[in-house]
């Protein structure tokens, strides 16, 4: 219910938003804005009134210009020479008689309101004007100022003079009746005195003296004497002093006298008691329309919060979920992209609307006021649900989940992921962002090509790039979809393979356990037969070599997966080799192999787990005692290498057997040097030193020269800080 409350409220607002703004529209737009009626409280005190004045004494002179020109003895005369022109080298004077003829021959007449206008009956064609009428106009006697500057200087036809001296006349009418027929609310006295006394007025109330008029409501008076103007007008014209000394009728200096009064009562029908009541009017609905525009601005905004704060919410207030409709799983770029389209459309039906309802009614005043209002309803009553639809998404949690953009990174993240096996991530991004990113800026510059041109070939170009691009996504995403599927089913493989070994060698632990328990009890028994001593020999020795490969192989599993504990530290390199060749010095002798190590006169700090740095080095160890040939040399050296920031601890022997297989191989499960197997070992030594290795991100490198065996353990050097520290006593 609430929610029906705030849409009802939110519909019957904006319909009187509507109704202010007409009111504050549907008015003529020359009489100011809706502010300035409520600021100033009556007609004469706005500035509507004082442009007005304004313009009547800027009329003032016009009208003593015009009534000069156009009168002889206060009434308009004909006959006088309005203007001259050489016509075929001879000089020829038009009366304004003559050019108001001529004018009229044309089509020219004058309408209810006094103005100039064309279309009427003609026996003279505008074509024929200027090609048979051509003249040179050397004197005009409303520009009587002009200066002929050149031989073809005022060259026009007669048509053009006749129409440009009756747009003169236009005028000399519209002054007339403003201050002469009759008078109205304006009155106005100008004098001008010569120095020879000669007297010259211009007025349109002679029974009004200059005190009279100066005792009107508003006033302004100046003269020659005083450049000051008295007034009590807000403002007056700026050239005013320039006008009255310009207008002088008589040749070098006179004096005048100005007077100008407004009768603020307004008696008489003229333009300012109209514009009076039109002010009174427009004042009272200019208020009413704010008064309703703030009200429904305010409604407006107000039910629409109401209706963004319970969307999605149900009636019941313990009901904390927020309800989805049908329209809310649509992702919000298309419900963006179906708000443009409608705006589009109701921009597009909106003027058609219109000129069918003109057709019926006719035409329509204000259709621009019209259009926008239909058009912004229209748009209106779809934004409203599609952005509602939106916030309810958003209190849901599902704005950007269910939106495209989460989507489209979601496959590309996917595709990425998947890329990666077989190239880097900035070159999967490259791959796959570039050409799309192209892709799309060449169909959008040939579908605004289309638009633009209308070309066809242009949108055929763009329909089929987008094809080949969604076909060339769509194959890399199938490969890419189908190697991660491989490569997962392969890691799963392994990881059953890891888990199988480790559960199986656990399962293996405890019945080896109770044999090795079991002959180690029976050899401290005083067993007498030889041959049962040595068959405990070889029990002992095969259940050894079975516990020994058990461990190898769940160690083996561990590091190969990864799961593994990496415990950094800063470690000196020499000592920790030193200790080991420490421990296996009895097995080197039992080898008959002499030790030749090298290395550097001061410590080597590496960045390594020493625990797995122990068993890697005891690894590649065990190595040379089982597989180096006897009574030789083993070479033991470290190594820096500070431009790679790297430490080397390589160890070199000579094999006993040949060396028939390749270094990959040697690092390979259950592989060993002598393939046969004849000797002992597990095959997994190489292998778990490698993991381990690669574990602490360094690196095992296998070397094989003919008979020569060469393994090199490299390793991240330790800090800076820790090298220094190291070679402090």
């Known amino acids: 219910m609430k929610k029906i409350i705030a849409a009802s409220i939110n519909l019957f607002s904006i319909l009187l938003l509507f109704v202010s703004i007409s009111i504050l529209t549907l008015r003529d737009a020359d009489t100011g804005s809706a502010l300035m009626y409520i600021q100033a409280p009556d007609y004469v005190s706005s500035a ?108 026009m036809s007669l048509g053009q003079l006749a129409q440009e001296a009756l747009e003169y006349l236009s005028r000399y009418y519209k002054i007339k009746n403003e201050f002469d027929n009759p008078p109205g609310n304006f009155h106005f006295r100008v004098t001008y005195v010569n120095p020879r006394g000669e007297t010259t007025t211009y007025t349109n109330s002679p029974s009004m003296s200059e005190s009279a008029i100066c005792e009107l409501g508003r006033y302004a008076y100046t003269d020659s004497r005083d450049l000051k103007i008295d007034t009590n007008m807000a403002s007056l014209p700026s050239d005013l002093v320039a006008l009255l000394q310009n207008r002088n009728p008589y040749d070098g200096d006179a004096n005048y006298h100005f007077s100008c009064g407004i009768d603020t009562t307004f008696p008489k029908k003229d333009f300012f008691q109209h514009s009076a009541k039109e002010y009174d009017s427009l004042r009272q609905s200019s208020i009413v329309g704010v008064i309703l525009l703030v009200l429904s601005i305010v409604s407006a905004l107000g039910s629409l919060i109401l209706l963004i704060i319970y969307t999605g919410h149900g009636n019941d207030r313990t009901d904390k979920k927020i309800h989805l409709y049908s329209m809310d799983h649509i992702p919000f770029e298309c419900l963006v992209a179906l708000f443009v389209l409608w705006s589009f459309i109701a921009g597009k039906v909106t003027p058609a609307f219109l000129d069918s309802v003109e057709r019926i009614l006719g035409e329509l ?71 799309n990113v192209l892709a799309l800026c ?97 029990l002992e020795q095969k259940s050894t070599r079975l516990k020994t490969l058990t461990e190898d192989l769940v160690e083996a599993s561990k590091a190969s997966s990864g799961n593994v504990t990496i415990d950094f530290a800063d470690i000196n390199y ?37 625990r797995h740095l122990w068993r890697v080095i005891e690894n590649l160890l065990n190595n040379c005692c089982k597989y180096a040939l006897r009574e030789s040399r083993v070479y033991v050296d470290i190594t820096e290498d500070r431009e790679n920031g790297t430490a ?82």
């Open 648 to 729: 080397v601890c390589t160890i070199k022997n000579i094999s006993s057997r040949p060396l028939n297989i390749s270094p990959e191989e040697l690092t390979e499960r259950f592989v060993r040097g002598d393939v046969s197997r004849t000797t002992e070992g597990s095959g997994l030594g190489l292998s778990i030193a490698q993991s381990l290795t690669k574990l602490m991100e360094g690196q095992l490198v296998i070397e094989i020269d003919g008979d020569l065996y060469k393994a090199s353990v490299v390793l991240h050097s330790a800090s800076p800080e820790a090298q220094t520290a190291s070679k402090k006593p």
């Open 48 to 155: 509507y009134f004082e442009n007005q004045a304004k313009q009547s004494i800027t009329d003032i002179f016009d009208y003593i210009t015009l009534t000069s020109i156009f009168e002889k003895d206060g009434k308009l005369n004909l006959n006088q020479v309005f203007a001259q022109a050489n016509v075929d080298s001879s000089s020829v004077s038009y009366s304004l008689e003559y050019l108001i003829q001529y004018a009229r021959s044309m089509g020219y007449y004058f309408n209810n309101d006094n103005e100039l206008v064309g279309g009427g009956p003609s026996t003279i064609s505008r074509q024929d004007d200027e090609l048979n009428h051509q003249i040179i106009v050397r004197y005009r006697a409303y520009m009587p100022d002009y200066v002929q500057t050149s031989p073809t200087d005022g060259m």
């Open 365 to 435: 005043t204000e259709y621009d006021f019209w259009r926008d209002c239909i058009s912004f309803s229209l748009k209106y009553l779809v934004f409203v649900p599609f952005m509602l639809s939106l916030i309810r998404t958003y209190k849901a949690d599902q704005l950007y989940k269910a939106s495209l953009l989460h989507k489209f990174i979601t496959i590309t993240r996917h595709y990425i992921l998947c890329a990666e096996r077989t190239a880097s991530r900035a070159f999967s991004y490259t791959l796959f962002i570039l050409p």
């Open 442 to 538: 060449l169909i959008t510059v040939l579908f605004v090509h289309f638009f633009e041109a209308q070309s066809l070939n242009a949108f055929l170009s763009a329909i089929m790039i987008l094809l080949i691009i969604l076909a060339i996504d769509l194959y890399t995403w199938r490969i890419s979809t189908g190697l991660n599927e491989a490569v997962n089913e392969q890691v799963k493989s392994e990881r059953l393979k890891a888990d199988l070994i480790t559960n199986v060698s656990h399962d293996l632990k405890t019945p080896l356990t109770s044999i090795i328990s079991y002959v180690d009890l029976m050899k401290r028994e005083d067993i007498q037969n030889p041959r049962v001593k040595e068959y405990l020999s070889v």
């Open 574 to 610: 020499n000592e920790i080799v030193e200790q080991a060749l420490g421990e296996f010095e009895d097995k080197i002798s039992a080898a008959r192999l002499e030790i030749i190590p090298q290395f550097p006169d001061h410590p080597v700090m590496i960045r390594a787990d020493g």
